[in-house]
T-cell receptor, first 110, second 115 residues
Framework: NAGVTQTPKFRVLKTGQSMTLLCAQD?????MYWYRQDPGMGLRLIHY???????AKGEVPDGYNVSRLKKQNFLLGLESAAPSQTSVYFC?????????FGDGTRLSIL | AQSVTQPDIHITVSEGASLELRCNYS??????LFWYVQSPGQGLQLLLK??????LVQGIKGFEAEFKRSQSSFNLRKPSVHWSDAAEYFC?????????????FGGGTRLMVKP
């Protein structure tokens, strides 16, 4: 039972570099989400998707883009990384209010 | 918009002692309520949820939570804490319309357990 799988688990980038975080779920969920977690701030929603081919902005979307070309995958892109984007990123999926989370990607921007 | 407050950032309890983690929410109606636990290096795992009905809900790992409408609270409790309960705990709230996109998290409470 893989559930929600995130790759990579760790990454260090230099300011201005770009990268893509991959999320894959095997539960056939319609909804998928990207969150960032920062100390004392809980999880904040970056972008989400309510189905294949759809995306929408969450609470903190600036500096990020997403794509959902296949139902099982949800990609998060950083076009030009900034130190403020140093965080732990979590992907989640759901078929209702409760989320199923991946184990996170720890991203450091130097 | 809904909001969630977890007043205690850190809590330390002795192993075997009882535990209560506080959660207060702001929402215009009775929402869906959740508690999640996050162990170091892991994602969030659902402990329990409240949708409707009995206001005392039982979850995994011996946890329970009580929904109190008059206090807009959903506090998490455990009668006897184990060292393995050391983790970060998040309360979350969602509108009760089953929409999949509006889950709001509190800032979290980090639990430390003394031997």
């Amino acid at each position: 039972n893989a559930g929600v799988t995130q790759t990579p688990k760790f990454r260090v980038l230099k300011t201005g570099q770009s990268m893509t975080l991959l999320c894959a779920q095997d539960m056939n969920h319609e909804y998928m989400y990207w969150y960032r977690q920062d100390p004392g701030m809980g999880l904040r929603l970056i972008h989400y998707s309510v189905g294949e081919g759809t995306t929408a902005k969450g609470e903190v979307p600036d500096g990020y883009n997403v794509s959902r070309l296949k139902k099982q995958n949800f990609l998060l892109g950083l076009e030009s990384a900034a130190p403020s984007q140093t965080s732990v990123y979590f992907c989640a999926s759901s078929s209702g209010p409760h989320r199923h989370f991946g184990d996170g990607t720890r991203l450091s921007i130097l | 918009a809904q909001s969630v407050t977890q007043p205690d950032i850190h809590i330390t309890v002795s192993e075997g002692a009882s535990l209560e983690l506080r959660c207060n929410y702001s929402y215009g109606a009775t929402p869906y309520l959740f508690w999640y636990v996050q162990s170091p290096g892991q994602g969030l795992q659902l402990l329990l949820k409240y949708f409707s009905g009995d206001t005392l809900v039982q979850g995994i790992k011996g946890f329970e939570a009580e929904f109190k409408r008059s206090q807009s609270s959903f506090n998490l409790r455990k009668p006897s804490v184990h060292w393995s309960d050391a983790a970060e705990y998040f309360c979350a709230v969602a509108p009760n319309n089953n929409a999949g996109n509006m889950l709001t998290f509190g800032g979290g409470t980090r639990l430390m357990v003394k031997p």
